[in-house]
């Protein structure tokens, strides 16, 4: 499954992207501009839901869904979000956006990205295809420090993706906390190699937002992470033996 990679941004940025939702109260009128809930459940609303998926594990989904998104006690909501999200995984255990919707639960809510990557690498098993699986699985694994696996997801939303434009920004500031992680583990010649080549993304990727005419905040966050990779670069020469060409 492709999709619109920036707008996918934005809706990942809510947290929502594989979790129908509605609210644990009252029900808000959908995409109401003057109610932030009612935008954020006409979001979801709208997001796709497992093919083949039982109406039954569903509508537990949304259930669980609407207690961490649209809830008043985080704590004891988050509890009930889980429970709910079990028993519709205990009917449909072959749904991978029942996966997806614990794992963001796991990973948002209870803060725990052991489980949440099980539950996305779950996900994953049931559905290759979908994309927002690997971006969302990516974040645990920078969470983890599993590094190089945030790299392969990386590379696997910008396979699967039409815009890669976002994407290989992700993956360069995967490839950055690489570099920095080879050097303090004083593996040069690799942390050199890994912060050369986001450094030449960054510069690519600044000049692909001038060209496409890209909003500044945009632009300046390209520049930004260009500038931080640099100075981490040359602290690497610095501090490579002399010996290693």
Not at 32 to 37: A, Q, R, S
Not at 66 to 95: C, H, P, W
Not at 162 to 179: E, V, W
Not at 186 to 215: C, H, M, P, V
Request: proline share 3%; hydrophobic share 40%.
């Amino acid at each position: 499954m492709k999709l619109n990679f920036k707008k996918y941004l934005i809706i990942s940025a809510l947290a929502i992207i594989m979790a129908g939702c509605e609210t644990t109260t009252s029900e808000p009128t959908i995409d109401d501009p003057n109610n932030p809930k009612s935008l954020i459940a006409g979001i979801i609303e709208r997001s796709p839901k497992a093919p083949n998926a039982k109406p039954e594990a569903e509508a537990l989904r949304k259930k669980a869904l609407r207690y961490v998104f649209l809830g008043d006690n985080l704590e004891e909501d988050t509890k009930n979000a889980l429970s709910t999200i079990n028993k519709a995984i205990e009917m449909d255990q072959a749904n991978y956006s029942l996966y997806a919707a614990r794992g963001l639960i796991h990973r948002d809510f209870v803060k725990d990205n052991d489980k949440a990557l099980d539950d996305y690498n779950r996900a994953i098993a049931f559905n290759p295809n979908e994309v927002s699986l690997y971006f969302n699985r990516a974040l645990v694994n920078l969470a983890l420090q599993n590094v190089s696996d945030a790299v392969n997801d990386y590379n696997t939303v910008i396979e699967k993706s039409d815009d890669t434009y976002n994407g290989k920004f992700f993956r360069a500031n995967a490839y950055q906390s690489l570099g920095a992680i080879r050097m303090s583990l004083r593996d040069f010649d690799l942390a050199e190699a890994n912060l050369e080549w986001a450094l030449g993304a960054y510069s690519d990727l600044y000049n692909q937002s001038k060209t496409n005419n890209d909003i500044l905040a945009f632009q300046s966050s390209y520049q930004q992470r260009y500038e931080q990779c640099k100075e981490l670069l040359d602290l690497v020469k610095k501090m490579k033996p002399k010996n290693k060409k």
